[in-house]
């Protein structure tokens, strides 16, 4: 074997070690990137379970028609708070359908309010295409009409 063919084979190895360590690159930052989604999305819904457990009485078929005062406003806030989360899940899972039960299911606690016009006329237009449509096959209403 002469200096050029080792040569030859030294190169061709090189190329080799340099594509597998770039498909090692590239499996690593998908993992990543990935694990670092899951951990968002998990950390999104595990604050509002947090405020869940804080605040009981709203997590759970809250009478929100017949509270007033600042318990009717704490209330509101509550539900905005699992809607950003549930936004931020959304966002990150759109068409995750295990993602997507727990958003309809924390939802369906609070369809008095969901399903009030109070929401839809002043609080709906804010959120993301995903959540209204989570929100339209939840309360079973349909989007309002945009104004002329």
Not at 55 to 78: C, I, L, T, V
Not at 120 to 148: D, G, H, I
């Amino acid at each position: 074997m002469s200096w050029s063919d080792a040569k030859d084979y030294v190169d061709f190895f090189s190329s080799i070690a340099g594509i597998l360590a770039l498909l090692t690159f590239v499996i690593g930052l998908r993992w990543a990137r990935r694990t670092s989604r899951e951990g968002t999305a998990k950390a999104a819904y595990g604050n509002y379970l947090d405020k869940a457990l804080e605040y009981p009485r709203y997590s759970n078929k809250f009478a929100w028609e017949s509270a007033q005062g600042d318990d009717k406003q704490r209330y509101e806030w509550f539900v905005s708070y699992l809607l950003t989360s549930s936004e931020a899940i959304l966002d990150l899972y759109p068409r995750d359908p295990a993602w997507i039960r727990t958003v309809d299911s924390q939802l369906g606690y609070h369809l008095p309010y969901l399903r009030s016009d109070k929401f839809w006329n002043a609080e709906f237009s804010m959120y993301s295409e995903q959540l209204k449509e989570r929100l339209c096959a939840v309360t079973k209403r349909q989007p309002p009409k945009p104004p002329r």
